[in-house]
Structure formats: structure tokens, C-alpha cells
T-cell receptor, first 110, second 114 residues
Framework: AQRVTQPEKLLSVFKGAPVELKCNYS??????LFWYVQYSRQRLQLLLR??SRESIKGFTADLNKGETSFHLKKPFAQEEDSAMYYC????????????FGKGTKLSVIP | KAGVTQTPRYLIKTRGQQVTLSCSPI?????VSWYQQTPGQGLQFLFE???????NKGNFPGRFSGRQFSNSRSEMNVSTLELGDSALYLC?????????????FGPGTRLTVL
């Protein structure tokens, strides 16, 4: 069965400090991993996906198949990064069935 | 491009009733997925439609059903409502091709069952 675990419900960091949001997954096939973000009073939106290997708003995430992890990182947190972050797993190429983690609320303290 | 729209935005029903929620995808998108979001279970996949056919289905009882029309608009129906069906229902649209594609989410419909 597919499973996504985000161990932290809430993560508070000071502005300018590094951020790491943890995500571990369980899946027997070839995974597609995504990070979605929801800012206050906005709809859920894609932040980045592992297949693109890109940096969005300073965030990066590397898929580690050995550790089955897809942690989200940013070297210097900004106040505007405060939001709810969800890690999601797609079950194969072209999959539109996403399994979401419970989410981590990131709070950046000024 | 206009974003994904969902109607109604809020709905109050009583146990035993049925409800229909609507989702209009972004123009050109042929895939529509539905998710249920609750504080306890988080975001859970309900089903996905592509070109009027259900392509994927989550682990929900048969009371939850959906359909998609030729213009890609989708509806989901919940019959015999239970208190536990109170949730935010999100739909997401995408092009629906064979490669990983970005899903665009709507604002959701907040369903309260009394």
C-alpha cells in the first residue's frame, strides 16, 4: 500500500534559518513525488516535483530511493514561506491518484 | 486562464440526504480528480475521470460516485449522507496525458452534515 509520512505537524524556524520539511514514502514501484503548498486563504498549489529537479522559491527536494525520502529544503527561510506543506506520492507514470501526507505547518518567526 | 471552479462553495445537509458537487476544470484539461479533506484523515483520493471515464478510484464506499461530461466538467454525488462525510471536497484538473502532470486545485466545497 502507498503511504506518505510527514513526521512534523508544526515546524517553527526563525527568518534566515535553514528549513527542512521531512517526507518519507512507502511504495513498491517507481514513485512520483510532489510537494504542494497552501498559503493562508489560498488554494492548494504545486510547489515542485521530483521529475523536474528544479528549485522553486528557493526550495529544493531530492528523491532518495534508498531512504525512501523526499525532504524539502531551503537554506534561508523567509516570512512568506509560512504555509501548510504537503508531500504527495503518485503511483506511476501519468498517475493522477495522489497519496498525500498529513501536512506540515511551517511558521517562520520574524 | 481561469482557474478550477467549484460550486457550491458551502453546503449544509442533514443525515440521509444526498448531495451533488460540481467542478469546472481549466480549459483544455481533460482529467478531473476529487479529494476529500478532513482534519483526521487529511487529503484522501476519491476518484479521477478522464474523457468521461473513471480511470482511478480510491477506497471509498459506493455512496460516493461521480461522472464527467463531454466538456470535461465533473460532478460528484454522495448519497445517504453520514455525519462523517462532513469535509472539504477538492477537485483538481490536469491535461491527463501519460507523463506526470501538474494538478491544479479548486477552492473546494465545504460540506457540513447535521
Amino acid at each position: 500500500a502507498q503511504r506518505v509520512t510527514q513526521p512534523e505537524k508544526l515546524l517553527s524556524v526563525f527568518k534566515g534559518a535553514p528549513v527542512e520539511l521531512k517526507c518519507n514514502y512507502s511504495y513498491s514501484g517507481s514513485p512520483e513525488l510532489f510537494w504542494y503548498v497552501q498559503y493562508s486563504r489560498q488554494r492548494l498549489q504545486l510547489l515542485l516535483r521530483h521529475i523536474s529537479r528544479e528549485s522553486i522559491k528557493g526550495f529544493t527536494a531530492d528523491l532518495n530511493k534508498g531512504e525512501t525520502s523526499f525532504h524539502l529544503k531551503k537554506p534561508f527561510a523567509q516570512e512568506e514561506d509560512s504555509a501548510m506543506y504537503y508531500c504527495a506520492l503518485g503511483s506511476g507514470a501519468g498517475s493522477y491518484q495522489l497519496t498525500f501526507g498529513k501536512g506540515t505547518k511551517l511558521s517562520v518567526i520574524p | 486562464k481561469a482557474g478550477v471552479t467549484q460550486t457550491p462553495r458551502y453546503l449544509i445537509k442533514t443525515r440521509g440526504q444526498q448531495v451533488t458537487l460540481s467542478c469546472s476544470p481549466i480549459s483544455g484539461h481533460r482529467s478531473v480528480s476529487w479529494y476529500q479533506q478532513t482534519p483526521g484523515q487529511g487529503l484522501q483520493f476519491l476518484f479521477e475521470y478522464f474523457s468521461e471515464t473513471q480511470r482511478n478510484k480510491g477506497n471509498f464506499p459506493g455512496r460516493f460516485s461521480g461522472r464527467q461530461f463531454s466538456n470535461s466538467r465533473s460532478e460528484m454525488n454522495v448519497s445517504t449522507l453520514e455525519l462523517g462525510d462532513s469535509a472539504l471536497y477538492l477537485c483538481a484538473s490536469s491535461y491527463g496525458g501519460t507523463e506526470a502532470s501538474q494538478q491544479f486545485f479548486g477552492p473546494g466545497t465545504r460540506l457540513t452534515v447535521l
